[in-house]
Nanobody, 120 residues
Framework: QVQLVESGGGLVQAGGSMRLSCSAS????????LGWFRQPPGKEREFVAA????????DYADFVKGRFTISRDNAKNTMYLQMNSLKPEDTAVYYC?????????????WGQGTQVTVSS
């Protein structure tokens, strides 16, 4: 089992920045990748970014490229999502997850989610 806890959400104005953190515990040695997903109000959950635990290789959804940066600190078992140039459409509940790829069905472990609200 892998336990994940997100932190860092809140309210920010459009154009601002915010950093989310995801702390992992448990069988972290079994983790292939950590990812961020988000679920905007009334919409389905969507892939945001992922980072491989061992190699730091990253993958981003097109709508966040150039604005969001995913990173991880293996020593702290923590993953981060630095979000810059935030837009109102980035408003969503953001989840971290452990698994692989872009399909949420390939992620068996999930955090509880953290709300990010971007005001216009």
């Amino acid at each position: 089992q892998v336990q994940l806890v997100e932190s860092g959400g809140g309210l920010v104005q459009a154009g601002g920045s915010m950093r989310l953190s995801c702390s992992a515990s448990g069988r972290t040695f079994s983790v292939y990748a950590l990812g961020w997903f988000r679920q905007p109000p009334g919409k389905e959950r969507e892939f945001v970014a992922a980072v491989r635990w061992s190699s730091s290789s990253t993958d981003y959804a097109d709508f966040v490229k150039g604005r969001f940066t995913i990173s991880r600190d293996n020593a702290k078992n923590t993953m981060y999502l630095q979000m810059n140039s935030l837009k109102p459409e980035d408003t969503a509940v953001y989840y971290c997850a452990a698994g692989s790829g872009r399909n949420s069905r390939l992620y068996p472990y999930w955090g509880q989610g953290t709300q990010v609200t971007v005001s216009s």
